[in-house]
Structure formats: C-alpha cells, structure tokens
C-alpha cells in the first residue's frame, strides 16, 4: 500500500512535467534550438514520445484514483 501511495505523488509530479514541456512557444521545439535538416525530424520524434509519455502517466494516474477510490476490505 505504501508503494501505492508514493506512486499516487509521483506520477503527477512527472504528468505536470510532461504536460510544462510540452507548451507551445517555450515546449521542446524551442529547448533544441531552431536548426532545421536532420534534427528537426529528431525533435518531432522526441515530441511524439513526449506526447506518449503523458498519454500513459495519465492513464496510470485515473488507474491509481479508482484504485484508491475502490474500497478495501
């Protein structure tokens, strides 16, 4: 239970850092500088895997609550 708990203040702090790095104007676009050829593709893909990253602490996030919202007995 207390693994639970500490991955209940976890995974936000890591959801809210990954949701700041992705703001428009000061996201990783602008982190890399503004070179374009071959490290552009680079930082689209550093983008995508961002985005993925918050898509799955999310999730990981509400499966914690109902956990945490179900009764244990």
């Known amino acids: 239970m207390i693994f639970?708990?500490?991955?209940?203040?976890?995974?936000p702090i890591f959801l809210i850092g990954a949701i700041l790095l992705q703001?428009?104007?000061s996201g990783l676009s602008k982190t890399f500088g503004g070179g374009g050829g071959e490290f552009y593709r680079?930082?689209?893909?550093i983008e995508?895997?961002?985005i993925w990253?918050?898509?799955?602490l999310a999730a990981v996030f509400g499966l914690i609550s109902l956990l945490f919202a179900s009764p244990i007995k």
Do not use: A, E, R, W
Not at 4 to 11: A, D, E, G, K, R
Not at 53 to 56: A, L, N, P, Q
């Open 48 to 50: 995508k895997i961002l």
């Open 53 to 56: 990253v918050t898509v799955i």
């Open 42 to 45: 680079s930082k689209q893909s």
């Open 23 to 25: 703001m428009q104007g």
């Open 4 to 11: 639970i708990t500490v991955l209940q203040i976890l995974v």
